[in-house]
């Protein structure tokens, strides 16, 4: 589990195909001293798994699950990258929460100066338009930000100097690709509104603003 806020940034040191998938090696300064064989490091949003590290770097097994799903099946070598350490119990909960599961890849269509901020405007697939909400929470290429605003598809977003600092978002152009990760608790309420037929082989959602006005939601 992650919130969003990003501790350092990477490269990409190796990319190695191994019986199918890819085997990713980031150095960073980001302090691994705590880590352990096993342990999880969100990279640019996509949960990782440790499976061995040195003073300034670690390397991760991707799936083909994960290459489908992310932008990780186009990253390069050198490629900055944003990384976060799994969250503690003691640890400051300054985002949201972000489970490091990459939901789709989405696609950088407009960036400009906002005063001090810079303002960008994602596009995500249709298929999550209906997680996303107005000043709720997503998750961009592993950055807890907040959605100004909405326009079907588009997303807002503001990210002040002190985030650009820290992140990898000096690398986003104008039709560069980024991994998106809803607020999963909204995956978590669409589940429960369906009731027993959650149970059902693969159910389709017939959540629509009528069945919620139906049914107490809306007023």
């Known amino acids: 589990m992650f919130t969003g806020i990003v501790e350092r940034v990477g490269r990409v040191k190796s990319l190695q195909n191994i019986a199918g998938d890819v085997r990713i090696t980031i150095q960073t ?3 691994l001293a705590d880590v352990h064989l096993g342990d999880s490091i969100a990279t640019n949003g996509i949960c990782l798994t440790v499976v061995a590290w040195g003073k300034d770097w670690y390397a991760a097994d991707v799936s083909n699950e994960s290459l489908n799903r992310t932008t990780l099946a186009h990253w390069q070598m050198g490629q900055v990258v944003n990384v976060e350490k799994a969250m503690l119990p003691t640890t400051r909960f300054g985002g949201h929460i ?13 960036i400009r ?3 001090r901020s810079l303002y960008f405007e994602v596009t995500a697939p249709k298929e999550i338009a209906k997680y996303l909400a107005e000043k709720g929470s997503v998750t961009v290429d592993g950055i807890s930000l907040t959605i100004n605003h909405l326009n079907g598809c588009v997303l807002s977003l503001n990210l002040i100097p002190h985030t650009a600092e820290r992140t990898n978002i000096s690398s986003w152009v104008v039709g560069a690709k980024v991994n998106l990760e809803v607020d999963i608790l909204a995956r978590y309420i669409e589940r429960l509104l369906l009731g027993d037929r959650a149970a059902e082989s693969a159910p389709t959602s017939n959540i629509s603003m009528e069945f919620l006005a139906n049914n107490g939601f809306l007023r």
């Open 113 to 115: 100066h906002d005063a």
């Open 29 to 31: 300064d980001l302090d």
């Open 98 to 110: 972000v489970s490091g599961h990459v939901d789709v890849v989405g696609e950088i269509t407009a």
